[in-house]
């Protein structure tokens, strides 16, 4: 070794002493199976907290949409789908239309059809032409509806069958007016005056003139004292026609003025006659002058206007009515025994004649 050193004159930088140990962590054995235990539940409880409500939503999830079934009864609306015609259930005949359906469709979406379908008649929208009367399925246009499609349910059977019959569809204005058996004392106007009135062709056309009136039920105002009054009231037809429909009301602004009672010692009757049954001065009619004790009721000016002579009130007897009146079949004397009616009086605008219903004779002579 110095032989090399001396000849080179370097050293070779060998380390002659002991070099220090490398510092390593040491862990006892008791001490890793601590750590890797806590570890290992740290990491578990995390997974379940994350797989556990994951697996409650796919539970509750696949209960909503299993598929059930069930059975429902349902009123129903049919409803075309043209404006020119009118759709009449048949049968059955109970009123709204009523029929059983089995239905099938995701549980949840067939407990909230239930609840949707409890609270209003079902409308079904179909187009069958006109002049068309006969049977109608119905199981597919309300599988096919919105309400029905929004719940992914489906209808396999609607029972009973329904006859339907399709007809052209007509329409009418109608005025409106008060009942004639509402009696009170002032005046009434109407919003709106007239209604549209419709219904098969056929069925409209088929209605009289006089009872093609919006009869307005104005009860309410028979108890109400002198004033002003403005409110909604229920309004029908003269009479009932399957399939006929309007607006069920209008708006009646009613002025009630102060009424008062009063008995007319006498009124005067008047005949009115055609002239010319007269002309040849061959029959002779006598009748009863006047009417006594005639009791009635009405708006205060109205009354007065009768105290004060001011208003002609009279008793009036249409002799050319030919039902009442038949002069041809007169040999000698006949006697025509009438009964007025409050219609055979003429008052005032506003004033009832209380106790109308009077009974007299009319004699016919010819000479």
Do not use: C
Not at 212 to 224: E, P, T
Not at 294 to 303: K, Y
């Amino acid at each position: 070794m110095a032989d090399l050193e001396s000849k080179t004159g370097q050293t070779l930088g060998i380390p002659t002493a002991t070099g220090k140990a490398e510092k390593r962590p040491t862990f006892s054995a008791a001490g890793k199976s601590n750590h890797i235990e806590h570890h290992s539940l740290a990491s578990g409880l995390r997974t379940f907290l994350w797989v556990a409500p994951l697996t409650a939503l796919i539970w509750i999830y696949a209960e909503r949409e299993q598929i059930d079934r069930a059975d429902v009864r349902v009123p129903i609306k049919l409803v075309s789908k043209s404006t020119d015609r009118i759709i009449t259930v048949q049968t059955p005949t109970e009123r709204p239309t009523t029929i059983s359906l089995d239905i099938q469709g995701p549980k949840a979406g067939l407990g909230e059809l239930r609840d949707v379908l409890s609270k209003a008649p079902l409308e079904v929208y179909i187009s069958p032409e006109v002049g068309y009367e006969g049977d109608i399925s119905l199981a597919e246009p309300i599988t096919k509806s919105d309400l029905f499609k929004t719940y992914a349910v489906t209808v396999s059977a609607a029972r009973p069958p329904v006859k339907i019959k399709v007809e052209a569809k007509a329409a009418k204005r109608v005025p409106v007016k008060p009942r004639p058996q509402d009696k009170f004392f002032g005046t009434v106007t109407f919003e709106p005056e007239s209604v549209i009135v419709e219904g098969p062709k056929d069925a409209l056309e088929s209605i009289k003139p006089e009872n093609l009136v919006a009869f307005a039920d104005m009860r309410d105002f028979a108890s109400k004292g002198p004033g002003s009054y403005a409110q909604d009231v229920q309004i029908s037809l003269g009479s009932f026609v399957d399939g006929i429909t309007m607006k069920d009301s209008v708006r009646a602004k009613v002025e009630i003025s102060k009424s008062a009672p009063y008995q007319i010692s006498a009124i005067p009757i008047v005949l009115q006659l055609n002239s010319l049954l007269l002309a040849d001065d061959k029959l002779k009619i006598t009748a009863p002058p006047t009417i006594r004790g005639v009791d009635v009721i009405g708006p205060a000016d109205a009354i007065e206007s009768l105290k004060q002579f001011k208003f002609p009130a009279a008793v009036l007897v249409d002799m050319n009515d030919d039902k009442r009146f038949d002069f041809s079949a007169i040999a000698t004397v006949k006697d025509f025994p009438i009964t007025l009616r409050a219609g055979d009086y003429r008052m005032p605008p506003g004033v009832t004649v209380n106790n109308p219903n009077r009974d007299i004779t009319i004699t016919v002579t010819r000479r």
